[in-house]
Nanobody, 124 residues
Framework: QVQLVESGGGLVQAGGSLRLSCAGF????????MGWFRQAPGKEREFVAA????????YYADSVKGRFTISKDNAKNTVYLQINTLKPEDTALYYC?????????????????WGLGTQVTVSS
């Protein structure tokens, strides 16, 4: 069982930055692929980024490459999502996800554990 708790969301102006955090509560946290998804109102949950269990490999959705950076600190059982140059279309509920499968191309239907999400709202 893995519990995930996100934090760091908020209301920011376009062009600003945020760092989202996801604290994982599990003895085996370091063995999971960790990811971030987001869901805007009226839209499906979409993949944003993933990081390997060691933190050494990452994978991003094309729409966020160059602006989002995912990282993992196994000593702190925490995964981060640094978001730069925020755009209004980044407005969404951001979810942390944990997956036992050794792949970075995560899909929402295959995720083993979800957090409750943290809201990011970008004003223009």
């Amino acid at each position: 069982q893995v519990q995930l708790v996100e934090s760091g969301g908020g209301l920011v102006q376009a062009g600003g930055s945020l760092r989202l955090s996801c604290a994982g509560f599990a003895r085996t946290f370091s063995s999971y692929v960790m990811g971030w998804f987001r869901q805007a109102p009226g839209k499906e949950r979409e993949f944003v980024a993933a990081v390997s269990p060691s933190g050494g490999s990452t994978y991003y959705a094309d729409s966020v490459k160059g602006r989002f950076t995912i990282s993992k600190d196994n000593a702190k059982n925490t995964v981060y999502l640094q978001i730069n140059t925020l755009k209004p279309e980044d407005t969404a509920l951001y979810y942390c996800a944990a997956d036992r499968a050794p792949i970075l191309r995560l899909t929402a239907t295959d995720i083993d554990y979800w957090g409750l999400g943290t809201q990011v709202t970008v004003s223009s």
